[in-house]
Every structure is written in structure tokens, then in C-alpha cells.
């Protein structure tokens, strides 16, 4: 066990769990007892019964968030079930409250099947404004979202296909204003055809990338492959790889300006792969908790950026920096469903935050702790605001 890890384990051990529901009342008076619950909060509750609108301005539902996760898919150590996935939904309940001021509450069920997850995150609505899929093996989590999506009062936040989209688009056009080059004319390449590839893959199209190959396992994917698809990499395939180019990561990476790692597999790219690239290649390798490829590994072989979504090295590419600002805007503006329109102007919104004095080899992203991100993201998704 290395010293990070020791240090996690013996903060868990103190803390025994990151999070508490407090009140916001500092010190309950003897008076104010009778306000909170029996008799007057039934006044409350009739206001709500017949102006159900009011739910927003009389309760806390405006800023609850659920993370609800099966623990199927929990970072990159897999199907490690609902009680394991606990500390993690923790920790992102504190980025949520830290960063954005959101109550965000830990949802692990103890189920995996798609209806079951469905059908208790309908009935748990009441009390949440946004609901957030966290860590849901694919493809069942995009049947989810989209079901969800259809028929739920509030927005639905999937991390994977939302939040680490709109990072990786900010962070490559961030990168593409220090090398000097163009989106469109780039050959990028998705290692994963999971929720983040299929999100990933769907927003760089949306911001006009010409050229996009994603591979999954058995290779990459093109219009007309039979083996292995299902509905939402028949997707990918309508809108990629327009050269129908086959096989493996290594043959499709040859002569490629961007790689991006979404595929859950540690030591996946090798130097030798990097060196076959254009030159002045730009390498996401995002995966956590262990990179496709480590970051001076990718530099040695001649990588020019490098990003992973691990908080060790520089250049964190992780969606952290993404959800719990984007979700203050959302329950802010009581936005109703999270579109492309929208995640493109979150990514552009979270580039912009690094001026071009500051933007460098080793810094294509702003740090967590920089307020700007908030003021920009709420500028930038003015227009999405709903009449409230």
C-alpha cells in the first residue's frame, strides 16, 4: 500500500464517513419548535398541496442533488457493489457541497437491474431538484439517463457522459490554442466505448471534429461492424470514422494528432504507439485510478500534452472540475434537461477561465479552487436559464 493510500484509509478510519445533514437553523430556540414541525409546518404543507410550485421556495428540494450509483462500474476497479461504492459518492457530495454549495446525497442501491434503478429513482424524486448517475456499468446507464430524461420533472446529470465530456473538450481546446492547431483538422482517437467515450465522442462531433475513430475491445468501431455493438455505438459509427479505417488501437493510432483513454485499462498505450503518432501529439490518458499510459512515459516518447484524471499529476483532466459549478447553474436556473447546446458552452466557459499569461504545457485547465469558474459557467449558461 503506498503512502497516498495509507493516508486515505487512515482519514476514512478518523472521520468514519465525509459528510452530515445539518440544519440551518444555528441554534434551535423553544418558540421555533412549533414552527418547524407540528402545528405550523402545516401551514407549509398546504401552501405546497395547492401551489406545488412552491416546493422550490418553501423546501430544500431546489438544492438536493441524489447520486445514485449500483457500484457496477466504480472508478477503474469495476463491479465492486453498492457498500464500496459508498466512500466515493461521499467524496463527491463534498466536492459538490465545497465547490458549489449543493447538498448532494449518497444513493447506492443495492440492486443492478435497469427497471429497479429506474423505478426508485422516479419515487425518490420529490425531494431532490437533479438527480446525478454516478458509476452505472454501460450501456445499462445510457438506457437509464435517456428513460430518465423522458420522463423525470427534473435534470438528469450522468457524470460520465456529461461531466467528463464538457472537461475533455475544454482541455483540448486549450491545448489546441498552445500548439496551434484546429480541431477540425485533427485525428483523435477514443480508446472506450463506454458512457465517457460514447459522451466524449457525441460532443466533439457536436464542436465540429472531422475526424474521430472510437475503439472498444474489439477494435475500432465503423459503420457496418457487426460484432460486439449495441444501439449506442451504432451511434458512434454513424457519426465516426469516416475512412471505416479497422483494427486495433495500435493501427488507428498511427498517424493521429489526439488520443483520449476512457477504456478502464492501465498500460493500454506504449511508447511505441506515441512515437507512430503526428508529431506534437496530445495524450488524455484518463482512467483512474492507474492511466493507460503514465505521464512521463507519454513525454519521453514524445508526447507534447499530457493529461490524466488523477489528481497526482498535472494537468487534471477530471470531471470534478465540472460538476459541482455546472449543477449550481442547473439548480440555479432550475434548467430542465442538460443538452449539447449546453455542455458546449460549459466546456468553453471552463477553457476560458485560463487566460492565455497563464495557459502552459503543464496547466491547460484552471485549478479546482478558482472562483472564475463559477462566474463564467453562470455567464456563459445565462441563456439557458428557465422562467422560473
Known sequence: ???????????????????????KIQKLRPGEIQLIYTPGVAAVCKVIYRHPEQKYNLTTKWNNVAIV?????????GNIGPYAALPVMEGKAVLYQEFGGVSAFP???NTTKKEEII???KALEPAFGAINLEDIESPKVLEISDELDKSLPI????????????????ALLNSLRLIKKDLSSLKIVIAGAGSAGYGICKLLCAARCRYLIVVDSDGAIYKGRTE???????EIAAITNPKKEKGSLDDVLKNSDVFVGVSGKKNLVTPRMIKEMNQDPIIFSLTNPDPEIKPDTAKKAGAKIVATGSYLYHNKVNNALVFPHLMRVILDSRIKKITTDMMLAAANAISKTVPDKQLGYE??????????????????LASFKTSL
Open 1 to 23: 500500500m503506498n503512502t497516498n493510500a495509507k493516508k486515505a484509509l487512515e482519514l476514512h478510519k478518523r472521520l468514519r464517513g465525509k459528510i452530515i445533514v445539518k440544519s
Open 69 to 77: 450509483t449500483d457500484g457496477t462500474r466504480i472508478l477503474g476497479l
Open 107 to 109: 444513493i447506492c442501491l
Open 119 to 121: 423505478a426508485t429513482i
Open 155 to 170: 435534470p438528469v446529470f450522468h457524470d460520465d457522459r456529461h461531466g467528463t465530456s464538457v472537461v475533455v473538450l475544454a
Open 228 to 234: 460486439n455493438m449495441n444501439k449506442y455505438k451504432r
Open 363 to 380: 496547466h491547460i485547465l484552471p485549478d479546482m479552487f478558482d472562483k472564475n469558474i463559477q462566474k463564467n459557467l453562470s455567464k456563459y
